[in-house]
């Protein structure tokens, strides 16, 4: 079942603007990821933001994680066109023996204008 | 750095017909997972391996089975395709049972006419 749920489906920004997309989820999580999809190829991974963290950051990208809320939003600071995809968050479900599975979101649609 | 390979980008295929599509990671990873991708709906799981001959139903296992030999192999098979079977599917793995970070092949882009 899609336990994520994001949001803006889709999000238009010109170049050099920052973009920010939001999480949420239904149940206690172990960790959050967001991934990023090219269009027409796999998933990548960008970040992990465990449970007992508010905030992480990586390069350009930074993620908050606000588990009282159920929800997460990942943030990309002076985006580039070549930042133009897909971004997903998903979820592994606290407690119980997931095997690593995650729930993912729909995804946000990311169109970044040179 | 970790490689996921499937043996095809795209495929068509009649339907009633026997499909096979292959999984190939490198790295020695416990977990292997098949996804199907649909407008809409996000990622589904179809099925997971947490070690050789090992299976676990996703959320959508109606219709496919899967098979795991060997350690970096996983087959997804759909014994009669059909129509709504038309989809991309993403092979996935991650390194141990408790390891959440999953790394995707390329898809595999199938129509079933």
């Known amino acids: 079942s899609q336990q994520g749920e994001e949001d803006p489906q889709a999000l238009s920004i010109q170049e050099g603007e920052n973009a920010t997309m939001n999480c949420s989820y239904k149940?206690?999580?172990?960790?959050l990821q967001w991934y990023r999809q090219n269009s027409g190829r796999g998933l990548v991974h960008l970040i992990l933001?465990?449970?007992?963290?508010r905030e992480k950051h990586s390069g350009r990208l930074r993620v908050t994680l606000d588990t009282s809320k159920k929800s997460s939003s990942l943030l990309i600071t002076a985006s580039r066109a070549a930042d133009t995809a897909s971004y997903f968050c998903?979820?592994?479900?606290?407690?119980?023996?997931?095997?690593?599975?995650?729930?993912f979101g729909q995804g946000t649609i990311l169109t970044v204008h040179p | 750095d970790v490689k996921v390979t499937q043996s095809s980008r795209y495929l068509v295929k009649r339907t009633g017909e026997k499909v096979f599509l292959e999984c190939v990671q490198d790295?020695?990873?416990?977990?292997m997972f098949w996804y199907r991708q649909d407008p809409g709906l996000g990622l589904r799981l179809i099925y997971f391996?947490?070690?050789?001959?090992?299976?676990e139903k996703g959320d959508i296992p109606e219709g496919y089975s899967v098979s795991r030999e060997k350690k970096e192999r996983f087959s997804l098979i759909l014994e009669s395709a059909s129509t709504n079977q038309t989809s991309m599917y993403l092979c996935?793995?991650?390194?141990?049972?408790?390891?959440?970070?999953?790394?995707f092949g390329p898809g595999t882009r199938l129509l079933v006419l």
């Open positions: 996935a793995s991650s390194l141990a049972r408790r390891e959440e970070t999953q790394y």
């Open positions: 149940t206690s999580i172990n960790n």
């Open positions: 933001i465990r449970s007992n963290e």
């Open positions: 998903a979820t592994t479900n606290a407690g119980g023996t997931s095997y690593g599975k995650l729930t």
């Open positions: 790295m020695d990873h416990e977990n």
């Open positions: 391996s947490y070690d050789v001959k090992m299976k």
